[in-house]
């Protein structure tokens, strides 16, 4: 069956990095895109970025370029974000998911890791 | 930016009942338009794909509809399971966007 783990819950200070990664199986992980949303009590659910696991494109949200890397490791199916300069309100909890073409157009997200807790403090 | 507002933010209703989420976009965004439910401490579940397209395993209570700027979710009959909150995604815009969710108890 289709799974995506995510690293898990880390604590880290303002002005430091963080790196999150999405261990997926049970399917091609070069046919699906992979999206990356957080969760916060402010903004709820907020879409931070998305790559083409088979090209390794990207693509961002405005508000997170230029703090916000994705990468992929195609030879063990796992997708990695790192967020840089971090401050308190990168509180959150970090999800990956699996973008699922409708056939009617349009994505949806149909896979989701556990999520990862990010807490950002000093 | 494409705005997306849920209403109500938060209901209480009995099992059985018929329960009515709405989500309203900003911009027109044709059928691109999915919803998710989300229990504490759990990541969101799709329930609703392109406005209207049941998600396999989903029970057949849930339904969608809409176009264009105005959607929603019924729940034809709560039941226990079904408390948490819901949200809205518009995939039409680049920077795809969520409600604020409605939370929904059980009384």
């Known amino acids: 069956q289709v799974r995506l783990v995510q690293s898990g819950t880390e604590v880290t200070k303002p002005g430091a990095s963080v790196k999150v990664s999405c261990q997926t199986s049970g399917y091609t992980f070069t046919d699906y895109y992979l999206h990356w949303v957080r969760q916060t009590p402010g903004h709820g659910l907020e879409w931070m970025g998305r790559i083409n696991p088979n090209s390794g494109a990207t693509e961002f949200a405005p508000r997170f370029q230029g703090r916000i890397t994705l990468t992929r490791d195609t030879s063990i199916s796992t997708a990695s974000m790192d967020l840089t300069s971090l401050r308190s309100e990168d509180t959150a909890v970090y999800f990956c998911a699996r973008a699922h073409l409708a056939d009617t157009g349009g994505y949806f997200l149909d896979y989701w890791g556990q999520g990862a807790l990010i807490t950002v403090s000093s | 930016d494409i705005q997306m507002t849920q209403s109500p933010s938060s209901l209480s209703a009995s099992v059985g009942d018929r329960v009515t989420l709405t989500c309203r976009s900003s911009q027109r965004i044709r059928n691109y338009l999915n919803w998710y439910q989300q229990k504490p401490g759990k990541a969101p579940y799709l329930l609703i794909y392109?406005?209207?397209r049941l998600q396999s395993g989903v029970p057949s209570r849930f339904s969608g509809s809409g176009s264009g700027t105005d959607f929603t979710l019924t729940i034809s009959s709560l039941q226990p399971e079904d408390f948490g909150t819901y949200y809205c995604?518009?995939?039409?815009?680049?920077?795809?966007?969520f409600g604020q969710g409605t939370k929904v108890e059980i009384k």
């Open positions: 995604e518009e995939s039409y815009s680049n920077s795809r966007v």
């Open positions: 392109a406005a209207s």
